[in-house]
């Protein structure tokens, strides 16, 4: 296993358009988080999955934000009519809650999105 | 409200010279208090994670060490590599981060 894996690395879009991230966990692990960080703050919190169940949701974030883990496995994470302050690294991580499993989260690389 | 504040917001040392950072958290259920590294423009790198309060974890120059209500990051005789942003953060079943603390070791 590679890791938490994000694609794209690096996205650039016009204000108004809509943009889908996507996250592959590592595959043992059931838990999927994203978070969203900005230059000089910590990782702040968006929303987790345990399995398919979408468990919390951050009330920072808008209604133009949307995330899906359909099957368990991989997540996408869509924002649409993208503002400029949406610019930032969209962080994923992924754990496991099994006893003999470590419990805590290993993150992706991230996806770099400018707003243009 | 569950809160974790990191300090100093910014370390410079020079190499050699050990210092501590700071994580104080305020969480009604501790269910664990991670530590990760992050280099710029990558994802957090996981470097601990600390249960109970009196509990200690080392890695190399770094050890990690936790109360009841804070946390430090002990870092020996530091080197140019250990340049970072540590970051803190508490689970409580998602994981709560606190703002972090950007180390610079000079040679």
């Known amino acids: 296993d590679t890791g938490v894996s994000q694609d794209p690395r690096h996205k650039i879009t016009k204000r108004g358009q809509n943009v889908t991230f996507r996250c592959d966990p590592i595959?043992?692990?059931?838990?999927l988080y994203w978070y969203r960080q900005t230059l000089g703050q910590g990782p702040e919190f968006l929303t987790y999955?345990?399995?398919?169940?979408?468990?919390?949701k951050s009330r920072l974030l808008s209604d133009r934000f949307s995330a899906e883990r359909p099957k368990g496995s991989f997540s996408t994470l869509e924002i649409q009519r993208t503002e400029q302050g949406d610019s930032a690294m969209y962080l994923c991580?992924?754990?496991?809650?099994?006893?003999?499993?470590?419990?805590?989260?290993?993150f992706g690389q991230g996806t770099r999105l400018t707003v243009v | 409200e569950d809160q974790v504040t990191q300090s100093p917001e910014a370390l410079r040392l020079q190499e050699g010279e050990s210092s501590s950072l700071n994580c104080s958290y305020t969480?009604?259920?501790?269910?664990?208090l991670f530590w990760y590294r992050q280099d710029p423009g990558k994802g957090p790198e996981f470097l601990f994670t600390?249960?109970?309060a009196g509990e200690e974890k080392e890695k190399e120059r770094l050890k990690a060490t936790l109360t009841k209500k804070e946390s430090f990051l002990h870092i020996t005789a530091p080197k140019p590599e250990d340049s970072a942003t540590y970051l803190c953060?508490?689970?409580?079943?998602?994981?709560?981060f606190g703002q972090g603390t950007t180390l610079q070791v000079k040679p």
């Open positions: 969480v009604s259920g501790l269910r664990g």
């Open positions: 600390l249960y109970s």
């Open positions: 999955f345990q399995n398919e169940a979408q468990l919390e």
């Open positions: 991580a992924s754990s496991s809650t099994r006893r003999d499993i470590n419990p805590e989260a290993f």
């Open positions: 595959s043992e692990h059931n838990r």
């Open positions: 953060a508490v689970h409580e079943g998602k994981l709560i």
